[in-house]
């Protein structure tokens, strides 16, 4: 019942979908509770909340349980959202796989970890998956599923299709990879603002501002294929007239960064004097960043309806 076990239970309350939330601890269990009742009737009030139900209607099928075998009773898909710690994960998918039948789908949330990891040795391995939401998925619809090399079909296909049918936006992977498709994405990018900041090219502030006023404001609507194509006549003759300055471009790469020391530093001061790290201001700038997504999430379901 943390932040992602919050988002996906109003995710799928939205949808129209009984939601039991599991915790150990009750106190934590009625704090998420009360933080979704809170989040939700802003967002009703803003005219940004989720679904064709009511606040109140949505707030109804979302209950409480500290007893995991009677949270998971009657379900048809159980999503995991605790900790990104393996050891974790495996003993709640252990003991998941003694009290769940055979219809029953067990999803992890899990951002990093490989599915062979998670899942092998366990009976009921051909109901496993990875639905990897992007944070917070509540706000970003975008979801990974990463089948288990025993996966069958069919857990893919039925977790696409409810994914849909809960208004997000699945993409397969037709096999697992370390880091998936979006942290593999997000690493490249991370990787050379990194090396471009430590050699002293742009400041931390300016590297963001390319992102936020440049490329982002493109791939907030289309991709980095589709930007090929549109911004030549079509990908083949992109890539004739392309091809050669980014392969000059991409052989200056430097080595992937430690992410620590003096570059560390600088970057670190750079967003601490612009968002003090305290919960107030992180809090204060996260709730400024979810009201951006659900405006942006809007305008693009208002441009996909035109």
Not at 149 to 169: F, V
Request: glycine share 8%; net charge neutral.
């Amino acid at each position: 019942s943390g932040l992602i076990g919050r988002s996906w239970a109003m995710v799928f309350a939205a949808g129209g979908f009984k939601v039991k939330l599991y915790d150990i601890a009750q106190q934590q269990l009625a704090s998420a509770l009360e933080n979704i009742r809170k989040q939700m009737k802003e967002l009703e009030e803003s005219g940004f909340l989720k679904g064709a139900l009511s606040a109140e209607q949505q707030l109804a099928l979302i209950s409480i349980c500290t007893d995991l075998k009677a949270a998971v009773e009657g379900a048809t898909f159980i999503q995991e959202c605790t900790p990104e710690n393996l050891e974790l994960k495996r003993k709640i998918f252990g003991q998941l796989d003694l009290i769940v039948g055979d219809n029953v789908i067990l999803s992890s949330s899990t951002s990093c970890l490989l599915p062979s990891k998670l899942f092998t040795g366990l009976k009921h391995v051909k109901q496993c998956i990875v639905s990897h939401p992007v944070n917070p998925p509540y706000f970003v619809p975008l979801v990974e599923i990463v089948p288990h090399p025993e996966t069958d079909p069919s857990t893919t296909e039925r977790t696409y299709a409810l994914m849909k049918k809960i208004g997000q936006s699945p993409v397969k992977l037709n096999r697992e990879i370390e880091g998936f498709v979006l942290n593999r994405l997000q690493y490249a990018v991370i990787s050379e603002a990194w090396r471009l900041v430590g050699e002293g090219v742009i400041s931390p502030t300016d590297l963001d501002l390319v992102m936020s006023d440049g490329l982002g404001m493109r791939y907030a609507f289309i991709g980095p294929l589709e930007t090929m194509h549109l911004n030549a006549e079509g990908m083949a003759n992109y890539c004739e007239r392309y091809r050669e300055g980014m392969r000059r471009v991409l052989n200056t790469f430097g080595p992937v960064p430690e992410f620590s020391g003096e570059i560390e530093q600088k970057i670190n001061q750079a967003m601490s004097e612009k968002i003090p790290v305290i919960p107030k201001a992180l809090d204060a700038r996260r709730k400024w960043r979810d009201e951006c997504l659900t405006g942006l999430a809007k305008l693009k379901t208002q441009m996909k309806s035109d």
